[in-house]
T-cell receptor, first 118, second 116 residues
């Protein structure tokens, strides 16, 4: 069975601080996909990143960066110089592979509510 | 390009009733997935449809069902509603399913169901 754990239920930071959201996963599959989604107050989940299990390179996109470590089954997300607009709930998710691609059946973590104060 | 549209956005039902929720995917997307979000259980996968066929189903009772039409629009139905069915029901679409998917799901804003 697959499982995703986001131990931090809520984080509060002051604007411009850096913040790291932790994600630990469990799976028996050798091929799998990891995701991060953002859920603003409006409710829809917004895709941030997808990573497959064979690609352990860290990725940076503007103020966002992701650290994937297969050895510790972790896929952490860092926001540099946080802004008020980053306030949202962030979900880490896992899907098994279907063939050479990600399946659409995601297992989500419990989410981390990030509050960035001005 | 219009996003994923879910209707109704809010609804209130009483125990024992049934409800139908609708989802219109992004134009050109043929895969539609449904998720239930509750404070206690978090986000849980309900089912996925592709080309009018159910591809995957989550661990939910048979009271939860769905279907997809030839234009890719999807509906989900919950019969004999229980208090625990109160949740935000999210629909997501993607261009293709499974083997050919980009892995990016586009979510709607959800239908918030309250069961009294």
């Amino acid at each position: 069975a697959q499982k995703v754990t986001q131990a931090q239920t809520e984080i509060s930071v002051v604007e411009k601080e850096d913040v790291t959201l932790d994600c630990v996963y469990e799976t028996r599959d050798t091929t799998y996909y990891l995701f991060w989604y953002k859920q603003p107050p409006s409710g829809e989940l917004v895709f941030l990143i997808r990573r497959n299990s064979f690609d352990e390179q860290n990725e940076i996109s503007g103020r966002y960066s992701w650290n994937f470590q297969k050895s510790t089954s972790s896929f952490n997300f860092t926001i540099t110089a946080s802004q008020v607009v980053d306030s949202a709930v962030y979900f880490c998710a896992l899907s098994e592979a279907e063939g050479n691609n990600a399946g659409n059946m995601l297992t989500f973590g419990g989410g981390t509510r990030l509050m960035v104060k001005p | 390009k219009a996003g994923v549209t879910q209707t109704p956005r809010y609804l209130i039902k009483t125990r024992g009733q049934q409800v139908t929720l609708s989802c219109s995917p992004i134009s050109g997307h043929r895969s539609v997935s449904w998720y239930q979000q509750t404070p206690g259980q978090g986000l849980q996968f309900l089912f996925e449809y592709f080309s009018e066929t159910q591809r995957n189903k989550g661990n939910f009772p048979g009271r939860f069902s769905g279907r997809q039409f030839s234009n890719s629009r999807s509906e989900m139905n919950v019969s004999t509603l229980e208090l625990g069915d109160s949740a935000l029901y999210l629909c997501a679409s993607s261009e293709l399913a499974g083997s050919f998917s980009t892995g990016e799901l586009f979510f709607g804003e959800g239908s918030r169901l309250t069961v009294l």
